[in-house]
């Protein structure tokens, strides 16, 4: 039997985020009415990133991703289910989910500007001019050559992406995916904040094993830096000792 909480979590969210009643588990899946649009979406964002390329896909507009795929027969237009669903990613309330982070960006047009950010070199990805970027100097400086700039400035079609890809990968769990990725909307990548690792390191430096690197217990010992995500963190984010918080 459904609780009233349950209940109204339930008909406050759309058919596209309907709850899977079927099972006993309380996470919100993608409704399978909306698997083909979900998974379309998807491959489009992907093929957008193929044509724009790793680096510019990381600061992209929504505005000029629409323009892409419209000009562009190896992305192909988005359909308007497709923008209905994107459109519901970005501005759901991700509290029925699980997560309680702040929203970074009120509108899916907000644009981040070129003359805000640099390119790190060797790496694809960027960060704000100002405290961003002078931490990160700093840390290479601390800490040594080998950290490195493993994610950066993400702007909202970025953070879509990776969103709808976890999304993906947990098979339509959203509430999974919500507790492992901020929702586009509400990163900190959108406005300052930025991820590190160990060189060679690969997929773990996004794991609990970045904590057993030198690396990290250097990191530790920096004043002028923090971490965004600790264990049992308000924001209902998993641990992330690689998310680097701009205080």
């Known amino acids: 039997m459904i609780n009233r909480r349950s209940f109204l979590a339930l008909t406050a969210i759309s058919p596209i985020f309907a709850k899977d009643i079927i099972t006993t588990s309380s996470d919100i899946y993608v409704d399978k009415k909306d698997w083909d649009t979900f998974v379309s979406s998807l491959k489009r964002l992907k093929r957008l990133r193929r044509y724009v390329g790793f680096g510019n896909f990381n600061t992209i507009s929504f505005s000029s991703a629409l323009y892409y795929a419209r000009n562009y027969s190896a992305i192909g237009a988005f359909t308007k289910k497709e923008l209905e669903l994107l459109d519901k990613l970005f501005y759901e309330d991700p509290v029925q989910y699980g997560f309680y982070g702040k ?28 405290k961003p970027l002078e931490d990160y100097k700093r840390i290479l400086k601390d800490v040594g050559n080998d950290i490195v700039l493993t994610s950066g400035v993400r702007g909202i079609v970025k953070q879509m992406s990776l969103y709808m890809k976890k999304i993906y990968k947990l098979n339509g769990n959203i509430t999974q995916a919500s507790y492992s990725l901020a929702p586009p909307g509400f990163t900190y990548h ?10 060679g390191f690969g997929h773990a430096n996004f794991t609990k094993r970045f904590t057993t690197t030198n690396e990290y217990k250097d990191l530790k010992k920096l004043e002028y830096i923090s971490m965004r995500y600790t264990v049992n963190n308000k924001e209902g984010v998993r641990y992330e000792p690689w998310h680097i918080k701009i205080i």
């Open 190 to 199: 959108a406005i300052s904040d930025f991820d590190v690792g160990k060189k």
């Open 103 to 130: 929203r970074t960006s009120n509108n899916i047009t907000d644009k981040i500007k070129r003359k805000d950010v640099v390119k790190i070199s060797g790496t694809g990805h960027y960060l704000y001019k100002g």
